[in-house]
């Protein structure tokens, strides 16, 4: 976090008396200044070539993969992630470097007959300039990197603002990425608000991760200066469960998206729609998955949810259940660590907080469906719409009934969390804003075409 002695700090949330880093924050001038030294790297890093973006991005996946175990540490201890996710998410970052390190020998355009007369038209797609990049804490080597790495990939520098409370994991990232790449291409700026505000008034091209209040904001600033801009952001995810589900399965898929990393991602699951008879076994069965979700220290492999990030959202956690039916959880264990319990609540009256704004907190409200049409329209209810999972052995049902679903992603018969890095990633309403992240979406968002007409010299 930034305090008001613009200090950017960060904690172990399963121990805030462990300080990772008490900085001061560089300012707002800081962003111009990096966006300037980005400005002059950039024309060398495209004009050095597709071989040499290709190997460099190359060299920082394996750089990355040899710094692994360290890397899933420092997340365990600056972000709570439990160490066993933490490793996942370091094992996909170096896949993302790797996957975009092929990029730079794709097709950038195409070409085209003219209309009328000799000659050819060409398409071209050229990068911005410098993006910025500013990220939350809970992912904090795959979002920066799953920016970073098609930016650059495309020929753009980057200048990447990450969230203050993941700053000591941004200045790792920072430093492997600098060894492979020439200088000033890649630079990782701590801050908060001001040098965030910063970055969206100089860039080029900006991608934003976080909170729907802060990535709207950052759309407008953006787009008043005309600029490209796309913003992921909120989430209040539904799983949708059919009677003829495989109830266990479903059970366990849904516990470990409600619970795992303490409900910290944008993809969690926090509503769960019963569908018809589905509910009374549905019930038991979850409130069962989620007593067994392991939780506690995130340095445990064995630990699915850790702590909160800090104590106002173990504080957010910690209150949302309050007044409504709980039906496991519900408690809040005494610290040291931010931690809330696992927590399934049902009988929310209609208007309730839970069910219009995301907690990101290990919480979910348990809601009845009469039939498949009802499940669409309560999943819709909310202002958001990143992803739904299905639970259901009826494809046609989930393709066709569901097809009025508004979400953005719908997995089947999986957790609403995980996601795949080569598809195109977000959402819809409060969720998304802009074009898609990931896959070749990425490629094209950090691009801008260009058309070249060639005429014959001495046509006429
Ligand atoms: P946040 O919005 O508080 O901060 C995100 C980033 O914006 C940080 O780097 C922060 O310093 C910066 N920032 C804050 N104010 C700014 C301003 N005025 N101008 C420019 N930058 C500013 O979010 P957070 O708490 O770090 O992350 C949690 C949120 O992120 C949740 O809402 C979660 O759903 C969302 N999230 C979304 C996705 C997705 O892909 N949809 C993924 C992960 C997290």
């Known amino acids: 976090m930034t305090d008001t002695l613009s200090l950017i700090t960060s904690h172990n949330p399963a121990d805030p008396s462990d300080v990772l880093l008490q900085i001061p924050a560089p300012g707002a ?12 790297a950039q024309p060398g890093w ?46 996909r970052t170096a896949a993302i470097w790797r996957y975009y390190a092929q990029a730079p020998y794709e097709p950038v355009g195409a070409v085209h007959e003219t209309a009328a007369g000799p000659g050819l038209l060409l398409t071209r797609r050229r990068p911005h300039g410098v ?26 520098a980057v200048v990447l603002k ?6 000591a994991c941004a200045r790792r990232l920072a430093e492997i990425a600098q060894r492979a790449l020439p200088e000033g291409v890649f630079t990782a700026l701590p801050g908060g608000a001001p040098e965030g505000g910063a970055l969206v008034s100089a860039a080029d091209v900006v991608s934003f991760t976080g909170s729907t209040v802060v990535g709207r904001a950052v759309v407008r600033d953006a787009t008043a200066r005309g600029i490209p801009v796309q913003a992921e952001m909120g989430g209040l995810n539904a799983a949708i469960v059919l009677p003829d589900a495989d109830i ?3 059970a366990a898929h849904i516990a470990a998206a409600i619970a795992g990393y303490a409900g910290q991602k944008c993809t969690a699951t926090s509503r769960v729609v019963a569908v018809g008879s589905a509910l009374d076994p549905l019930r038991e069965a979850l409130c069962e998955a989620l007593r067994a979700i392991p939780v506690g220290d995130p340095a445990d492999p064995a630990t699915v949810s850790g702590p909160l990030i800090d104590e106002r959202a173990r504080d957010r956690a910690g209150d949302a259940w309050h007044g409504l039916d709980v039906l496991t959880g519900g408690t809040v264990p005494d610290g040291p660590g931010w931690y809330a ?16 704004e995301e907690v990101f907190g290990p919480i979910a409200a348990l809601l009845p469906a009469d039939d498949v049409a009802h499940a669409v329209r309560l999943t819709n209810s909310v202002p958001y719409g990143l992803v739904t999972s299905v639970h259901t052995a009826d494809l046609d049902a989930a393709l066709c009934g569901l097809d009025g679903l508004d979400t953005g992603m719908i997995r ?25 992240e990931q896959g070749r979406a990425a490629l094209e968002f950090y691009t801008a075409g260009r058309t070249y007409t060639l005429s014959p010299t001495g046509a006429t």
Do not use: C, M, Y
């Open 29 to 40: 001038f800081a962003s111009i200044e990096a966006v300037e030294r980005a400005r002059d």
């Open 46 to 91: 495209l004009l050095g070539g597709a071989a040499a973006r290709s190997t460099a991005l190359g060299a920082v996946a394996a750089a990355i993969d040899t710094a692994g175990a360290e890397l899933a540490e420092l997340a365990v201890r600056e972000v709570g992630k439990p160490l066993t996710e933490a490793r996942a998410e370091v094992a």
């Open 131 to 156: 993006a910025g990049l500013i990220t939350p804490w809970n992912f904090p080597f795959a979002i920066p990197s799953w920016k970073a790495a098609p930016a650059l990939a495309a020929g753009n």
């Open 162 to 167: 990450p969230a203050p409370e993941a700053t």
């Open 248 to 250: 266990e399965q479903a």
């Open 341 to 356: 319990a696992p927590t399934l609540v049902e009988n929310v009256p209609a208007g309730h907080g839970l069910l219009h």
């Open 412 to 436: 089947i018969n999986a957790p609403s969390t995980g996601v795949d890095f080569h598809l195109p990633f977000g959402g819809a309403k409060a969720s998304s804003l802009g074009p898609r």
